[in-house]
């Protein structure tokens, strides 16, 4: 058995994901489909509409043989490393090929890598523009390219991905169908993942834009999470903590621990400390990362330490994932991660853990202790 | 002018206050009324009813002249360090006489402060039983009397302050009128403040146990805060920090750190944490003080640091509060402070001014910077 590897979020799974899980069984003749997946939390920091659990499940419902979660120091990420991390955990799992859309499939993103080598500088310094700005910048200049779609970003991101770990695996871009990401309405059949969770949460129907079994399992969602929820626990900490404490937390540096604390003890909306926080060095994504590091409590340290050992949580597979899980289990290198026990919990899947933690004041679920692995049959 | 002094939570002002206020007054020949007044957060670490502004307010509407602010690390703790540090600022305010309920005011608390001396030990560190059992077993071997209901250990307490600190002012312990502090059912003119609260909560009617401007302000209240409202950002703190930064905590130690970061993990209600949580060896009472200072993220430094150096920060006065304040201002051995400005925040007031933005989450009022005393008319 061979097998494709998908990165996702699937926040929630939707048409869109199920015509890329199509075009990917296609182009490698029916191979084991392999999904890494973001946890709780999404790549913007968000926390999803679903937990991982029930996210791993519709994937299973819709043709996805194996769903392997991408831990948060991978997932939580700008997307340089959230793809550096998603290839090395589908390398790890002896994966083929890796097939993912783009908004430009068709761009040589090998050529556009080895441009960014001729880069006069990557350390970018400008306080007044974010670091996307100041690459492109470099990048027109050579190439006549900009990356300004997330997915070509990420497209870029996994072709240098490749080459840096020197991975033996095909990458396959290709078209990217549907809304784009950044449409906010629900418009037809193929809508984006943020149209629909907007819908839900405006009790919208979302039929029309997702599987039958997406549909069943949001209509189960009472309220959809967001930062608006988390900023209460955000907001005393930043007050009640020490500033030096604050700068020692992942992607808080450079003086954002006091634009953070002052904003914090001004304001008790997010919007109002988001808007505060905000500067033109920094992206609104890049801000909601270091909002969830800080509220989890997740220093640099303990995320540099955990990124030097990942691992491979396994969220749940059908009968064809099992065996191919079987199949290659001796030709893994990292851990596999199937039931999670104490040891595991406080050790290697700890700050998963914790972010897990935090999603349960969502929908009250544990969501990793003594968790196994979600099986389903296969789909006939 | 003389000055005769009341140590209150006010949490809310209730006719029983009002009868104990005026047999103050009686007591010293209608002296001016100094109150030293415990900021947003009661004895026993829970949120209060309104804020120590509303509450100031209600004082001074009701005959009080002069309101002082408890700072939280006198405010939050056990009786004989409430009792200490209220009475330490009352000496700083040339009070003459300081007048207090008891349940039995006609006891001897100063022969029953001399027997605590005779005490074979007052470290208990038995953990199968509170301090006060321990405490009580050896005082009625001595005296033949317990210490069992609350305002009779604040007496006693005032007394043994009054001993350790020297201080050269009349204490006076009176009759305790109206219903048990712990009854929780509102029953006639003297209900207790728990009781008021509880029928506040349920929507009753609270009219006939509280002075009018009470029973006005707390037809704004929209809800009552409780551990309930705060165990969500306790619980993830206690989550995501190390457990030897939980143990710095003030009240925190012995080892409740790991308990309570257990508890957390394993509750999602306040109820069940708390239950979790308790054991034989503290009361609820001592638990929720420590799940404050925990949430607060005030280390045992930090409090100690501030105990060292109280100050007196002025809530309101009327006119007669204002003129005795300007006549005693220059024999004051402590920091007057009146108007909060960024250093006093920053410096002084740090630890009341944290619990203040924790509080304001409740009510959306900044407690103390750019705030000055609230002025009333005298009383006609």
Redesign the interface.
């Known amino acids: 058995m061979k097998a494709v590897g998908l990165v996702a979020e699937y926040n929630p799974f939707h048409n869109g994901h199920r015509y890329h899980l199509t075009q990917a069984k296609r182009l490698t003749g029916d191979n084991v489909v392999v999904v890494v997946m973001s946890g709780d939390f999404s790549q913007r920091g968000e926390p999803m509409i679903l937990d991982k659990w029930d996210r791993a499940k519709l994937a299973l419902q819709n043709g996805v043989d194996l769903v392997v979660e991408l831990p948060i120091f991978y997932a939580v990420q700008p997307a340089h490393i959230f793809a550096a991390g998603a290839l090395h955990l589908l390398a790890a799992l002896q994966v083929n090929d890796v097939v993912y859309g783009a908004e430009h499939p068709d761009w040589d993103f090998t050529t556009l890598v080895q441009a960014e080598r001729q880069f006069s500088s990557t350390e970018f310094h400008r306080y007044n523009a974010t670091y996307a700005t100041q690459f492109n910048m470099e990048l027109q200049q050579l190439t006549g390219h900009q990356l300004t779609e997330p997915n070509d970003i990420l497209a870029f991101s996994y072709e240098k991905a490749r080459q840096q770990q020197h991975l033996d695996l095909q990458l396959h871009p290709i078209q990217r169908v549907g809304s784009d990401y950044h449409d906010s309405q629900l418009d037809g059949h193929l809508a984006s993942a943020t149209a629909i969770r907007n819908a839900v949460e405006q009790g919208q129907t979302i039929d029309g834009a997702v599987p039958a079994s997406t549909a069943t399992a949001l209509g189960q969602v009472k309220h959809v999470p967001t930062w608006d929820d988390l900023y ?2 955000l ?3 930043l ?3 020490p500033v030096d404490l604050l700068g020692q937390y992942y992607e808080v540096a450079e003086g954002l621990e006091y634009r953070m604390k002052d904003a914090a ?1 001004r304001n ?1 909306t997010f919007a109002d400390f988001n808007r505060a926080v905000k500067s033109k060095r920094y992206t609104y994504a890049r801000l909601l990362r270091a909002y969830l590091y800080t ?4 220093t640099v340290d303990q995320v540099q330490a955990k990124m030097a050992h990942p691992y491979l949580h396994i969220l749940g597979f059908n009968e064809r994932g099992q065996r191919y899980l079987h199949q290659i289990k001796r030709a893994v290198p990292l851990t596999l991660i199937t039931n999670v026990n104490q040891n595991v919990r406080d050790q290697i899947l700890q700050l998963d853990y ?1 972010a897990g ?2 999603y ?2 969502f929908n ?1 679920v544990e969501q990793d202790l003594k968790h196994g692995p979600i099986r389903i049959a296969v789909k006939e």
């Open positions: 209460p626990l907001r005393n900490h007050i009640q903590a003890s008790l509220l989890l409590e997740m914790r933690k935090l349960q004041m009250g």
